[in-house]
C-alpha cells in the first residue's frame, strides 16, 4: 500500500466512512491534484464512471463528498443559485465564477478587500466571508 493509499483510507476512516475500493477512487479524483478542483456532485460522478469505467452511485459520490465536507476536508460553495459546489482547497478564499461556463476560479483572500461588514443577529457570530465575483465574456 502506498502512503498516499494510507491517507485516504485515514480520510475515509475518520470521516465515519468503510474505506471501500470506490471510495479510495473518489479519494484519487479529489486529493492527488496540484491544483484547487471545484466540482459538482455530478460532475464528479461523471467522471468518476468516465475515468474509472465503473459503476459508482451517485449516492456513494453524494455520501462520501458530504462526509468530507462535515470533517472538514471539503469545502462547499454556494453561489446563489441551486447548485452546490465543493472545493478542494478549504482555507479561507473567494472566487471568481463563470456563468457561462459555471467554472470557478479561486482568488486568494488578500486579493480582496473588505471594509464594512453587516452586524450579524444577536447570539450570533460571523464566521467567514466568501465573496464571489460573477463574471462573463466581454462583448
Ligand atoms: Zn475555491
Redesign the pocket.
Known amino acids: 500500500m502506498t502512503t498516499q493509499e494510507t491517507n485516504y483510507i485515514a480520510k475515509l476512516r475518520n470521516s465515519g466512512l468503510r474505506p471501500t475500493k470506490q471510495r479510495i477512487k473518489i479519494c484519487e479524483v479529489l486529493f492527488n491534484r496540484e491544483k484547487?478542483f471545484?466540482f459538482s456532485i455530478s460532475e464528479l460522478t461523471k467522471i468518476l464512471r468516465l475515468q474509472f469505467n465503473q459503476k459508482i452511485s451517485l449516492a456513494t459520490v453524494y455520501n462520501t463528498v458530504h462526509a468530507f465536507q462535515k470533517k472538514g476536508y471539503l469545502k462547499e460553495?454556494s453561489i446563489g443559485n441551486d447548485m452546490s459546489y465543493f472545493?478542494t482547497?478549504t482555507v479561507s478564499?473567494h472566487?471568481f465564477y463563470d456563468a457561462n461556463t459555471n467554472e470557478?476560479i479561486?482568488i486568494n483572500s488578500h486579493e480582496v478587500e473588505i471594509k464594512k461588514t453587516p452586524t450579524p443577529p444577536s447570539g450570533k457570530k460571523i464566521d467567514d466571508i466568501e465573496v464571489t465575483f460573477k463574471i462573463s465574456k466581454k462583448i
Do not use: P
Open positions: 484547487t471545484h460553495i472545493d482547497n478564499h472566487h470557478l479561486d
